[in-house]
Protein backbone atom coordinates (compact mmCIF):
# COMPACT_ATOMS: atom_id res chain seq x y z
CA UNK A 1 0.00 0.00 0.00
CA UNK A 2 1.23 2.95 -1.22
CA UNK A 3 2.65 5.76 1.58
CA UNK A 4 3.26 9.67 1.22
CA UNK A 5 4.80 11.33 3.43
CA UNK A 6 5.12 15.27 3.76
CA UNK A 7 7.94 16.81 5.97
CA UNK A 8 7.68 19.35 7.84
CA UNK A 9 4.13 19.59 9.01
CA UNK A 10 4.34 23.08 9.07
CA UNK A 11 6.67 25.64 8.15
CA UNK A 12 6.78 29.82 8.95
CA UNK A 13 9.12 31.98 7.09
CA UNK A 14 9.84 35.44 6.33
CA UNK A 15 9.08 36.88 2.95
CA UNK A 16 11.12 36.65 0.47
CA UNK A 17 13.03 33.10 1.70
CA UNK A 18 13.64 30.63 -0.46
CA UNK A 19 12.03 27.54 0.89
CA UNK A 20 11.34 23.45 -0.36
CA UNK A 21 9.12 21.02 0.83
CA UNK A 22 9.75 17.70 0.98
CA UNK A 23 7.53 14.87 -0.17
CA UNK A 24 8.49 10.75 0.33
CA UNK A 25 6.33 8.08 -0.77
CA UNK A 26 6.92 4.30 -0.06
CA UNK A 27 5.95 2.81 -3.39
CA UNK A 28 8.53 3.97 -6.19
CA UNK A 29 6.34 2.48 -8.96
CA UNK A 30 4.30 5.86 -9.49
CA UNK A 31 2.97 6.85 -12.69
CA UNK A 32 3.08 10.62 -11.82
CA UNK A 33 3.16 13.31 -9.04
CA UNK A 34 1.21 16.53 -8.30
CA UNK A 35 1.35 19.17 -5.95
CA UNK A 36 -1.54 21.07 -5.30
CA UNK A 37 -2.23 24.26 -2.92
CA UNK A 38 -5.31 24.34 -0.57
CA UNK A 39 -6.25 27.24 0.77
CA UNK A 40 -8.00 27.40 4.05
CA UNK A 41 -12.03 26.52 3.52
CA UNK A 42 -11.24 25.80 -0.41
CA UNK A 43 -10.78 23.06 -2.77
CA UNK A 44 -7.56 21.92 -4.49
CA UNK A 45 -5.31 23.84 -7.09
CA UNK A 46 -3.01 22.35 -8.75
CA UNK A 47 0.38 23.66 -8.69
CA UNK A 48 2.52 21.32 -11.18
CA UNK A 49 2.05 17.27 -12.22
CA UNK A 50 5.59 15.57 -13.13
CA UNK A 51 4.97 12.62 -15.18
CA UNK A 52 6.94 9.60 -14.52
CA UNK A 53 9.26 10.04 -17.77
CA UNK A 54 10.52 13.45 -16.17
CA UNK A 55 12.43 15.12 -13.29
CA UNK A 56 10.69 18.48 -12.78
CA UNK A 57 8.41 20.89 -13.54
CA UNK A 58 8.89 24.76 -13.40
CA UNK A 59 6.06 27.42 -13.32
CA UNK A 60 7.23 30.37 -12.16
CA UNK A 61 8.60 30.60 -8.74
CA UNK A 62 7.65 26.98 -8.78
CA UNK A 63 9.95 24.22 -9.29
CA UNK A 64 9.09 20.55 -8.71
CA UNK A 65 11.20 17.87 -8.64
CA UNK A 66 10.67 13.65 -8.93
CA UNK A 67 13.48 11.08 -7.44
CA UNK A 68 11.34 7.96 -8.82
CA UNK A 69 14.14 5.41 -7.19
CA UNK A 70 14.87 7.37 -4.00
CA UNK A 71 10.93 8.16 -3.22
CA UNK A 72 11.27 11.86 -2.93
CA UNK A 73 9.56 14.67 -4.31
CA UNK A 74 10.40 18.60 -3.66
CA UNK A 75 9.05 21.40 -3.81
CA UNK A 76 10.98 24.26 -4.24
CA UNK A 77 9.45 27.96 -3.83
CA UNK A 78 11.66 31.36 -4.68
CA UNK A 79 11.24 34.30 -3.03
CA UNK A 80 8.31 33.35 -1.24
CA UNK A 81 5.16 36.15 -0.68
CA UNK A 82 2.53 36.73 1.83
CA UNK A 83 -0.14 35.01 -0.38
CA UNK A 84 1.76 31.59 -0.60
CA UNK A 85 0.60 30.89 2.52
CA UNK A 86 -1.73 28.39 2.73
CA UNK A 87 -1.46 23.73 2.68
CA UNK A 88 0.91 22.11 0.28
CA UNK A 89 -0.06 18.64 -1.08
CA UNK A 90 1.68 15.89 -2.59
CA UNK A 91 -0.01 13.08 -4.61
CA UNK A 92 0.98 10.32 -6.14
CA UNK A 93 -0.69 8.63 -8.89
CA UNK A 94 -0.66 4.59 -9.40
CA UNK A 95 -0.68 2.76 -11.89
CA UNK A 96 -1.27 -0.97 -13.22
CA UNK A 97 -4.68 -2.13 -11.53
CA UNK A 98 -5.04 0.92 -8.88
CA UNK A 99 -4.69 2.71 -12.06
CA UNK A 100 -5.04 6.49 -11.54
CA UNK A 101 -5.80 6.30 -8.06
CA UNK A 102 -4.59 9.15 -5.88
CA UNK A 103 -2.58 9.08 -2.51
CA UNK A 104 -1.77 12.07 -0.64
CA UNK A 105 0.18 13.18 1.76
CA UNK A 106 -1.01 15.29 4.75
CA UNK A 107 0.57 18.33 3.72
CA UNK A 108 2.56 21.26 4.77
CA UNK A 109 0.89 24.17 6.26
CA UNK A 110 2.92 27.20 5.11
CA UNK A 111 3.19 30.57 6.79
CA UNK A 112 4.70 33.50 4.87
CA UNK A 113 4.98 36.33 7.10
CA UNK A 114 5.75 40.28 6.02
CA UNK B 1 -19.81 26.86 -16.84
CA UNK B 2 -17.30 24.29 -17.90
CA UNK B 3 -15.37 22.53 -15.43
CA UNK B 4 -16.27 20.21 -12.60
CA UNK B 5 -19.08 20.99 -9.97
CA UNK B 6 -20.42 20.03 -6.74
CA UNK B 7 -23.44 20.69 -5.50
CA UNK B 8 -24.70 21.71 -2.37
CA UNK B 9 -21.86 23.28 -1.48
CA UNK B 10 -22.48 23.01 2.05
CA UNK B 11 -25.52 20.44 4.05
CA UNK B 12 -26.34 20.05 7.50
CA UNK B 13 -28.42 16.62 7.95
CA UNK B 14 -28.92 14.41 10.71
CA UNK B 15 -28.03 11.23 11.41
CA UNK B 16 -29.87 8.13 9.79
CA UNK B 17 -31.19 10.65 6.58
CA UNK B 18 -30.08 9.79 3.43
CA UNK B 19 -28.14 12.10 1.27
CA UNK B 20 -26.31 12.62 -1.85
CA UNK B 21 -23.92 14.76 -3.03
CA UNK B 22 -23.53 15.37 -6.78
CA UNK B 23 -20.85 15.82 -9.04
CA UNK B 24 -20.90 17.27 -12.84
CA UNK B 25 -17.82 17.46 -15.18
CA UNK B 26 -18.48 19.19 -18.47
CA UNK B 27 -14.95 17.47 -20.21
CA UNK B 28 -16.31 14.21 -20.95
CA UNK B 29 -13.46 12.97 -18.66
CA UNK B 30 -13.62 9.20 -18.44
CA UNK B 31 -12.89 8.41 -15.02
CA UNK B 32 -14.41 9.96 -12.08
CA UNK B 33 -13.24 10.23 -8.25
CA UNK B 34 -14.66 11.11 -4.73
CA UNK B 35 -12.84 11.54 -1.79
CA UNK B 36 -13.26 12.85 1.80
CA UNK B 37 -10.87 14.98 3.83
CA UNK B 38 -10.75 14.85 7.25
CA UNK B 39 -8.01 16.06 9.95
CA UNK B 40 -5.54 13.77 10.63
CA UNK B 41 -6.45 11.89 7.89
CA UNK B 42 -5.70 14.10 5.08
CA UNK B 43 -7.36 13.35 1.82
CA UNK B 44 -8.89 9.67 0.74
CA UNK B 45 -10.12 8.04 -1.75
CA UNK B 46 -13.97 6.70 -1.25
CA UNK B 47 -14.94 5.44 -4.63
CA UNK B 48 -14.41 5.96 -8.43
CA UNK B 49 -15.31 5.66 -12.00
CA UNK B 50 -13.45 4.05 -15.37
CA UNK B 51 -16.49 4.72 -17.26
CA UNK B 52 -20.40 5.02 -17.11
CA UNK B 53 -21.82 1.71 -15.09
CA UNK B 54 -18.26 1.44 -13.90
CA UNK B 55 -17.23 1.98 -10.32
CA UNK B 56 -14.79 0.74 -7.92
CA UNK B 57 -13.83 0.98 -4.36
CA UNK B 58 -11.01 3.14 -2.61
CA UNK B 59 -9.28 3.17 0.51
CA UNK B 60 -12.75 4.16 2.79
CA UNK B 61 -16.00 2.55 1.03
CA UNK B 62 -17.88 1.61 3.98
CA UNK B 63 -21.32 3.52 4.29
CA UNK B 64 -21.12 4.97 0.39
CA UNK B 65 -23.23 3.83 -2.27
CA UNK B 66 -21.78 5.25 -5.50
CA UNK B 67 -23.60 4.90 -9.05
CA UNK B 68 -22.80 6.43 -12.25
CA UNK B 69 -25.58 6.46 -15.57
CA UNK B 70 -23.86 9.33 -17.22
CA UNK B 71 -20.26 9.92 -17.93
CA UNK B 72 -21.05 13.28 -16.74
CA UNK B 73 -22.26 12.64 -13.23
CA UNK B 74 -21.01 10.65 -10.56
CA UNK B 75 -23.53 10.94 -7.35
CA UNK B 76 -22.05 9.93 -4.21
CA UNK B 77 -25.31 8.62 -1.33
CA UNK B 78 -24.86 8.34 2.02
CA UNK B 79 -27.21 5.85 2.40
CA UNK B 80 -27.56 6.43 6.42
CA UNK B 81 -25.35 9.29 7.56
CA UNK B 82 -23.90 8.95 10.55
CA UNK B 83 -21.52 11.64 12.40
CA UNK B 84 -18.15 9.72 11.68
CA UNK B 85 -18.94 11.12 8.03
CA UNK B 86 -19.23 14.62 8.55
CA UNK B 87 -16.27 16.05 6.69
CA UNK B 88 -15.43 17.81 3.14
CA UNK B 89 -16.11 15.75 0.27
CA UNK B 90 -14.25 16.46 -3.12
CA UNK B 91 -15.14 14.98 -6.27
CA UNK B 92 -12.27 14.72 -8.99
CA UNK B 93 -12.14 13.76 -13.01
CA UNK B 94 -9.61 12.91 -15.58
CA UNK B 95 -9.09 11.75 -18.84
CA UNK B 96 -8.03 7.74 -19.10
CA UNK B 97 -6.39 5.81 -21.85
CA UNK B 98 -4.52 2.56 -21.59
CA UNK B 99 -1.33 2.89 -20.77
CA UNK B 100 -1.40 6.44 -19.66
CA UNK B 101 -1.84 8.12 -16.35
CA UNK B 102 -3.84 11.52 -16.40
CA UNK B 103 -3.95 14.45 -14.07
CA UNK B 104 -6.95 15.03 -11.76
CA UNK B 105 -8.83 17.87 -11.50
CA UNK B 106 -10.94 18.51 -8.09
CA UNK B 107 -14.34 20.41 -7.47
CA UNK B 108 -14.73 23.14 -4.97
CA UNK B 109 -15.75 20.68 -2.19
CA UNK B 110 -19.16 19.65 -0.75
CA UNK B 111 -18.57 20.54 3.64
CA UNK B 112 -20.89 17.90 5.06
CA UNK B 113 -22.19 17.89 8.70
CA UNK B 114 -23.83 15.02 10.32
CA UNK B 115 -25.50 16.50 13.79
Known amino acids: KQEVTQIPAALSVPEGENLVLNCSFT??????LQWFRQDPGKGLTSLLL?????REQTSGRLNASLDKSSGRSTLYIAASQPGDSATYLC?????????????FGQGTILTVHP | DAGITQSPRYKITETGRQVTLMCHQT?????MFWYRQDLGHGLRLIYY???????DKGEVPDGYVVSRSKTENFPLTLESATRSQTSVYFC??????????????FGPGTRLTVT
Open chain 2, 27 to 31: WSHSY
Open chain 2, 92 to 105: ASSEGASGRVYEQY
Open chain 2, 49 to 55: SAAADIT
Open chain 1, 91 to 103: AAYAGGTSYGKLT
Open chain 1, 50 to 54: IQSSQ
Open chain 1, 27 to 32: DSAIYN
